[in-house]
């Protein structure tokens, strides 16, 4: 059975910090690409970044400079760091892999950067 759990959200001042996590199970996780998406209030969900099988990180928008996705194959886990939060940031986190499987959508995370 697959399942990703997304966790690290939270409520952050401008300029703050977050990382987020996705534990994987059931998903192949060490031969995937896997990707952190966001859907803010209103708007579709977009990819943020993804990391490759092999660990290439690639960055989307504002995310470059400022966001670090990294993977742990021996834990079935991705990371997001995100630094230098902004407003516009704040969305509803999700990972899934790249190309997204649409049975594969947790709950997702939410981050708020408000001050």
């Known amino acids: 059975q697959v399942q990703l759990v997304e966790s690290g959200g939270g409520l952050v001042q401008p300029g703050g910090s977050l990382r987020l996590s996705c534990a994987t199970s059931?998903?192949?996780?060490?031969?995937?690409?896997m990707g952190w998406y966001r859907q803010a209030p209103g708007k579709q969900r977009d990819l943020v970044a993804h990391i490759t099988s092999g660990g290439f990180p690639n960055y989307y928008g504002s995310a470059e400079g400022r966001f670090t996705i990294s993977r742990d194959n021996a834990r079935n886990t991705m990371y997001l760091q995100m630094n230098s939060l902004k407003p516009e940031d704040t969305a509803l986190y999700y990972c899934?892999?790249?190309?997204?499987?649409?049975?594969?959508w947790g709950q997702g995370t939410q981050v708020t950067v408000s001050s």
């Open positions: 059931g998903t192949g996780f060490s031969i995937r690409n």
């Open positions: 899934n892999a790249v190309p997204a499987f649409d049975d594969w």
